[in-house]
């Protein structure tokens, strides 16, 4: 297969993990979209291994921002490697990080790399502006 083609297929794949399973919440796709050998690299402490770690954070993240919206801002690719800088935005209603809703609108940006294997997301390293949201809701400085 030409390989400008299966870079563009698997931007396409992560554009629409992105879209299906946070942005419309159809936790479900997982199980077509992520390898059943999924790893998500340097996951926070107490996230479940595999795809099980993504369904926990995509819930967790969706009740604390019920109007949860990631845009992604640019992509990159080469080969098997897909990364995207993104800005996640929503209204805080839920618990997060032990921080009870506090009907605040954030706005945070991140970059993720993820690794593609016959048309499946393989692995990602995520990196998000935890300390940004953190002082976004207002517990920044209990940090």
Known sequence: MNPMLVTQQNKA??????Q????????DAV?????PEYVLHEAAPGTPPGREGV???????????PDLEITIED???????VCSLTTMRGTHRG???GVAGTGKKVSVTGLTMVRL???RIAESWVKND????MNQIGAGSKA
């Open 55 to 65: 369904r926990q954070i995509v819930s967790t993240f969706r009740a604390a921002f």
């Open 13 to 18: 794949t992560y554009r629409r993990f992105i």
């Open 75 to 81: 992509q990159v690719a080469e080969e098997d490697k």
């Open 117 to 119: 294997v016959g048309g």
């Open 20 to 27: 299906e399973v946070f942005n419309e919440g159809h936790i």
């Open 95 to 97: 618990s997060i990080y």
């Open 130 to 133: 935890v300390l940004g949201l």
């Open 31 to 35: 199980e077509e979209l992520l390898s």
